[in-house]
């Protein structure tokens, strides 16, 4: 009985991260902060990226709050951006963010402002201080102008 329990939660957890990792061609912002990760097939660190948020039950809470979509770097695509509904492509964006390597992550809060951007793999401890603190822009508890101070208060700088 507990296998078939643990076996349950693994699949519903597995379910749950295909959720809040989406592959849309339009990218919303909805009310909540929006992640871009731009991802490569060759690209181990971004497969690591994906198995955090799949299996860190943090980083699955505080993703609730966003709206988290992979861009694959190798399939060109068009997408619809924001509430302008701006056409891009996959090229027009990677070239927009100057994402050159894998994984890429771009940190916006609900009103599309860019908060943050990341050349590269960021460690679950990393992405929930990054994740907490839009999430706290977004209820009154922090200010844009506080980024610098809340990462080095909170070990990341």
């Known amino acids: 009985m507990k296998k078939l329990l643990l076996i349950a939660c693994l699949l519903l957890s597995s379910i749950f991260a295909e959720d809040i990792l989406k592959t849309d061609n339009k990218l919303v912002a ?3 902060g929006v992640i871009f990760i731009f991802e490569s097939n060759s690209c181990p660190y ?19 709050e966003f709206n988290i979509y992979l861009i694959n770097r190798e399939n060109e695509k068009d ?19 100057a994402a050159k390597s894998t994984p890429n992550i771009v940190m916006f809060d609900k009103h599309w402002n860019r908060i943050f951007q990341l050349p590269g793999y960021a460690h679950p401890a990393q992405m929930i201080t990054f994740m ?4 706290g822009l977004h209820s009154g508890k922090y200010k844009t ?12 700088s």
């Open 30 to 32: 909805e009310g909540k």
């Open 46 to 64: 971004c497969e690591l990226l994906k198995k955090d948020f799949k299996e860190n039950t943090h980083m699955q809470e505080l993703a609730k």
């Open 79 to 97: 997408y619809i951006v924001g509430k302008t509904q701006r056409k891009e492509t996959t090229t027009t964006l990677r070239m927009t963010f």
């Open 132 to 135: 907490t603190f839009i999430k």
């Open 145 to 156: 102008d506080e980024w610098q101070k809340y990462l080095k208060d909170n070990g990341v």
